[in-house]
């Protein structure tokens, strides 16, 4: 708490998950909301809602092609505020879906999935883990579509069940996972719930926690490159020098002290 020296207090935060979650010194423009809309934001603050909401309705719905349709009337009609709790789970559902698209679109139309000037990070390898979690989010919407098993959510499954059967060689097989058999009933509703709380969740945890790390490791978001290419070199005072030559001592200017900056200090926020 209380560090002694400025290497001391540089450890500490290098040790620290928190204080090291981010880099020493991001980039202003980062921080500005006409650059990146906060869409990834958005989208982690909207997951951690669909993620408190969701366990509250497991405790409320049971999934069995029998009584899956009434506990969700009992969850709107009889549960106190369930209809709250269920309404926010399907709106921020769809919000989510619409935030992680938009997200992906303004990573694609401002270049940031490039590889970095000097080939530092590996921001296209991050491209595709956003690239997987959208799938992964299109998958998570698809299959709370099917949980409450009405006719909308039975048809649904059933068109869901045929495109994955129509996959070239492995078609067949996909689908009887998918189904637990050659109709729909228990098997395939147990399938999609088992997919939709626990599988799809996991694994879109694990690759937001390594696509927020790889962001770490890039440097922040790309809009340093975008400072680092702009074309507005600035010389820095030169100090004067002396030159040893063969006649004597000369005054001027070393070519070697003359150095010029793609980045200002203005440019840079740095932690505290």
């Not at 906060?38 to 049971?62: C, D, E, P, R």
């Not at 969700?72 to 619409?98: C, E, N, P, T």
């Not at 600035?234 to 900056?261: C, E, M, Q, W």
Request: glycine residues 6%.
């Amino acid at each position: 708490w209380r560090p002694e020296s400025p290497r001391e207090a540089n450890d500490v935060i290098v040790r620290n998950l928190w204080l090291h979650w981010f880099p020493a010194t991001v980039a202003r423009r980062s921080f500005s909301f006409s650059y990146s809309f906060w869409l990834g934001t958005v989208s982690a603050v909207l997951f951690v809602i669909l993620t408190v909401t969701g366990l509250v309705l497991m405790f409320h719905y049971v999934p069995s092609m029998e009584r899956a349709y009434p506990t969700m009337k009992d969850i709107d009609f009889a549960i106190s505020y369930g209809w709250f709790i269920r309404s926010v789970h399907r709106v921020a559902a769809q919000l989510m879906v619409v935030s992680v698209f938009l997200h992906l679109m303004r990573v694609f139309y401002t270049g940031a999935y490039k590889k970095s000037p000097g080939c530092l990070g590996n921001r296209p390898m991050n491209w595709l883990v956003g690239v997987f979690l959208l799938i992964l989010t299109l998958l998570l919407s698809y299959t709370g579509y099917l949980l409450p098993m009405d006719q909308l959510a039975y048809w649904a499954m059933i068109i869901g069940a045929n495109v994955a059967g129509s996959v070239p060689v492995m078609g067949e097989s996909i689908r009887l996972v998918l189904t637990g058999g050659t109709i729909i009933d228990q098997n395939a509703l147990l399938r999609f719930y088992v997919l939709h709380c626990a599988v799809l969740p996991v694994a879109a945890v694990v690759l937001i926690v390594y696509h927020m790390w790889r962001i770490r490791k890039d440097g922040g978001l790309a809009c340093m490159d975008q400072v680092l290419l702009k074309d507005r070199k600035k010389d820095f005072p030169p100090s004067a020098t002396k030159t040893y030559s063969l006649l004597g001592i000369t005054g001027g200017v070393d070519v070697n002290v003359r150095a010029s900056s793609l980045v200002e200090e203005e440019d840079l926020i740095t932690s505290s």
